[in-house]
């Protein structure tokens, strides 16, 4: 016992040490052993005394940043007897000429408060929000508002009027900086504010912001706008929040646009039916025709969850038309962005209006000259077949399927192999044997590697979608047959396969079919199809019987290791080696 004293003495001593060091690195790695010692001399005496002897360390931007950091993990461990003591060693920080640590400051004093008595809230805390609030600097301003929220909720009723009137204050400031952390902290305090005092004086602070001529300002006016509107009613929303959404939908700047349409669906549910029909879809169908390409790939990335929202007839009358022009916008992006969700809109439409309205559409963007747009479209094609099933999906979409199966663009090529696992599940076995094997043996033979590779990789997935017997009878004999196809890159691909396939079938058609295959392969005229023969082997080895590996494979390695090419000689004899000696 009294040894472990000594050296929690001497831990604690060498811990001082090292944060008086010179060299940043060494204080940065031992500041994060704070919370270690702190369990070491329990919380009393780190509140007391080890907290004090911190306060003596300076340290560059880096070690404050860290030092804000490990102050606040120590509040839970702290409690609510000793927490208090962290906001004397926090403030200073919060007053950093540095962003990034008066924001992990912040960050600290809010985990604090958390643990901070109700009294404590109301004199200390509060008292440190107004000084920094009324600061002379826009620095201590602007950290004050991220305070606010922490300490609303339990402050006494002169607090929180007194809390109010000073971010309204700040809501209004003369520094842009201070009002973008008004505006970006104003969502959490408003949800803790009474409807009264919403009334009577936050709205008007939030109507302040999204008019003010800063756009970066205003832009964080919508979020305010959603967080004010889910508290109030649809009346109250009607007359105080919806006039402003409708002038930030025609706002000059296109920032602003963006986050209204990026937000839209968020934006309009608080303001009810009615409005989202009569009022808000106009705006959105407006910021579907905007002349920004950013506000458009906003508008399409929530063209289905808007659609969701609104009676099907006004979305094929008002959103429909314009669901046609971004499918051939000009801009790529917006067109990969409608292809990322519009195959949601088919349970939306039904059926009968998949097929008549959406399915044009699809095809289109299906031969879209952006493989992006082309590859989101068959990537979704899941929910098309939940809604039309897969017969007249097959009818509409297969022929557009196979073009980009043999696209120009190897990518596309390989992005198709990596969905026909998907394709085989929705179309089953006799569609996919009639339609889509020979495909995919087709792409054994592509001139691209990676497109080898993926059709080798895609045949064991189908394995597992349609089991060992299919492929005994479909896919097996297809690639084993390769081996004598005039192109050495279809033989060398029959190897990779075997490799592949030899993981997701059973030993008897390791045996019986695919090792006779390659020890035929041993005498191929190409050195580098007979050097993957002998990589095969210990791809195989772990799936044969001893007497398999003793009188087939070995002699054949044996041959192989004697062979007029040196790299076949001598992989061959490594792997004769590693096999004799796992053997």
């Known amino acids: 016992m009294q040894m472990d004293l000594e050296n929690d003495i001497n831990s604690l001593k060498s811990f001082f040490e090292e944060l008086g060091s010179d060299d940043l690195q060494t204080k940065l790695r031992t500041i994060r052993k704070l919370s270690f ?18 306060n003596s360390i300076e340290g560059e931007d880096e070690f404050s940043f860290a030092l804000a950091e490990e102050l606040g993990n120590l509040a839970s461990f702290l409690g609510t007897e000793f927490a208090f003591y962290l906001l004397e060693y926090l403030k200073p920080l919060a007053n950093s000429d540095e962003l990034n640590v008066r924001e992990k400051a912040v960050e600290a004093l809010n985990k604090t408060a958390l643990f901070l008595t109700d009294e404590q809230i109301n004199t200390q805390f509060i008292a440190f929000i107004e000084l920094l609030g009324k600061g002379d600097w826009f620095t201590q301003r602007a950290t004050s508002c991220g305070l606010f929220a922490a300490a609303f909720g ?25 009002k973008r952390l008004a505006a970006v902290n104003f969502p959490g305090l408003a949800k803790l504010v009474s409807i009264e005092k919403l009334h009577e004086v936050l709205i008007n602070a939030f109507k302040y912001l999204a008019d003010d001529p800063q756009d970066s300002v205003r832009l964080l006016s919508i979020d305010i706008a959603i967080a004010i509107a889910q508290v109030l009613s649809v009346p109250e929303n009607t007359n105080n929040i919806l006039p402003i959404v409708k002038l930030a939908i025609q706002d000059k700047s296109w920032r602003v646009r963006y986050v209204v349409a990026d937000k839209f669906r968020e934006l309009s549910l608080p303001f009810g039916n009615e409005n989202i029909t009569n009022e808000l879809i106009h705006g959105f169908v407006k910021l579907m025709k905007d002349s920004e390409a950013e506000v458009r790939t906003a508008t399409a990335r929530r063209v289905t969850a808007v659609t969701e929202i609104v009676p099907i007839e006004l979305a094929i009358r008002e959103i429909l038309p314009i669901i046609n022009s971004l499918s051939s916008d000009v801009s790529q992006h917006v067109r990969a962005a409608l292809a990322s969700v519009i195959m949601g809109l088919a349970p939306i439409y039904g059926r009968e209006g998949t097929v008549v309205h959406l399915l044009p559409i ?6 879209d000259e952006f493989p992006d747009v082309r590859l989101n479209i068959i990537s979704k094609l899941a929910s098309v ?14 022929p557009a399927i196979m073009e980009l199966a043999e696209d120009k663009q190897w990518r596309v090529r390989l992005a198709i192999i990596e969905y026909i696992p998907l394709l085989a599940e929705q179309f089953g076995v006799e569609f996919f044997n009639s339609k889509l094997r020979s495909l995919c043996m087709t792409w054994l033979g592509d001139p691209v590697y990676s497109v080898r590779e993926a059709a080798t990789v895609n045949l064991t997935n189908l ?15 297809g690639v084993l047959a390769l081996h004598t196809h005039p192109n050495y890159l279809f033989r060398i691909t029959t190897l990779y396969a075997i490799s592949a396939l030899s993981v997701s079938v059973d030993s008897t058609v390791i045996k019986q ?8 392969m041993a005498s191929d005229t190409v050195p580098n199809i007979r050097f993957n023969v002998a990589k095969t082997f210990s791809d195989l080895i772990s799936f044969l019987d001893k007497d398999t590996i003793e009188n087939q494979v070995k002699p054949c390695l044996r041959h192989l290791s004697q062979d007029s090419d040196r790299d076949v000689c001598f992989f061959s004899q490594t792997y004769f080696e590693s096999i004799a000696t796992t053997n």
């Not at 699809?362 to 031969?367: A, E, G, S």
């Not at 979608?465 to 009878?473: D, P």
Request: net charge positive; with cysteine; hydrophobic share 50%.
């Open 463 to 477: 394995i597992k979608v349609f089991g060992i017997n299919w492929a005994k009878s479909q896919i097996i004999p």
């Open 154 to 178: 339990r402050a006494n009723p002169k607090n929180k009027s007194d809390l109010i009137n000073l971010y309204v204050q700040l809501c209004q400031d003369e520094s842009p900086i201070v």
């Open 37 to 54: 010692f702190a369990k070491i001399v329990g919380p009393e005496k780190t509140a007391l005394d080890l907290l004090v002897k911190l």
């Open 385 to 398: 077949n939940a809604v039309i099933g897969v017969e007249k999906l097959s009818q509409s979409l297969l």
């Open 362 to 367: 699809y095809l289109h963007m299906l031969k």
């Open 513 to 520: 079919m695919m090792l006779p295959l390659v020890i035929k």
